[in-house]
């Protein structure tokens, strides 16, 4: 095939052959969607690339936050253990220690001679303070322990409660004492009743809700 061309302003006509022109379209045609195919296959590995990137910075960020929480935890547990373990040793976290509260009941009875000593405990039960006291996964529990005592005096009442407070595990609140005196006239007799103290006592202990036993 053979294409005439001329110039207007000369009048010479050129003649082009498509043969020879054919060779050169092809190879551009095929350069231009080869380009083509390049520039889209570059965009769409661009936006996977970039979603990819957007997709490990979330889970990176995920695992940070998650790495902070858990540090967090750490710092808690670290800052909170010894006290933990204090309130495990002294009978006040897990389950109570009666037996404990009566030797060392009996025990400082003794230590103060004191003439008559009766106790009573009754069974545990849910303690809810009239204050607001969230307790989390635990829960709080106490048991009453009635007191009814012959001392010598007074200050015995106080040093047989310090005693306890010293040497029973686990923690307990005074709710009432009442004193009654026997004589008008005090005597000397160590083993005389000169006051009568009714006592009542509270126990407390705390226990995770679940029942799960606590082990350290």
């Known amino acids: 095939m053979t294409i005439f061309n001329g110039d207007r302003q000369t009048g010479k006509a050129y003649v082009l052959d498509w043969q020879y022109l054919r060779g050169a379209l092809v190879f551009f045609t095929c350069a231009a969607?080869?380009?083509?195919?390049?520039?889209?296959?570059?965009?769409?590995?661009?936006r996977r690339m970039e979603q990819g990137y957007l997709r490990h910075s979330d889970k990176l960020d995920s695992l940070s936050r998650r790495y902070h929480a858990l540090a967090g935890q750490e710092d808690v547990i670290r800052d909170f253990s010894a006290r933990f373990m204090d309130l495990y040793k002294n009978g006040i976290l897990g389950r109570e220690h009666r037996l404990n509260w009566i030797e060392v009941l009996q025990e400082a009875g003794n230590s103060?001679?004191?003439?008559?000593?009766?106790?009573?405990i009754r069974a545990q039960k849910?303690?809810?303070?009239?204050?607001?006291?969230?307790?989390?996964?635990?829960?709080?529990?106490?048991?009453?322990?009635?007191?009814?005592?012959?001392?010598?005096?007074?200050?015995?009442?106080f040093t047989l409660l310090r005693f306890l407070n010293e040497h029973a595990r686990g923690l307990y609140s005074v709710s009432s004492c009442e004193l009654t005196r026997n004589f008008v006239q005090l005597t000397d007799d160590p083993g005389?009743?000169?006051?009568?103290?009714s006592c009542l006592l509270e126990w407390f202990s705390i226990k995770p809700k679940d029942d799960m036993e606590i082990k350290v």
Do not use: K
Not at 143 to 152: A, D, F, G, P, V
Not at 192 to 197: I, M, P, R, Y
């Open 126 to 157: 849910s303690y809810y303070p009239e204050f607001p006291a969230p307790a989390g996964g635990y829960s709080i529990f106490v048991s009453e322990m009635s007191l009814e005592m012959q001392l010598l005096h007074e200050e015995d009442l």
């Open 192 to 197: 005389a009743g000169n006051v009568t103290a």
């Open 112 to 120: 103060l001679s004191v003439p008559s000593l009766s106790y009573e």
């Open 33 to 46: 969607a080869l380009s083509a195919s390049l520039l889209a296959g570059s965009m769409y590995f661009e």
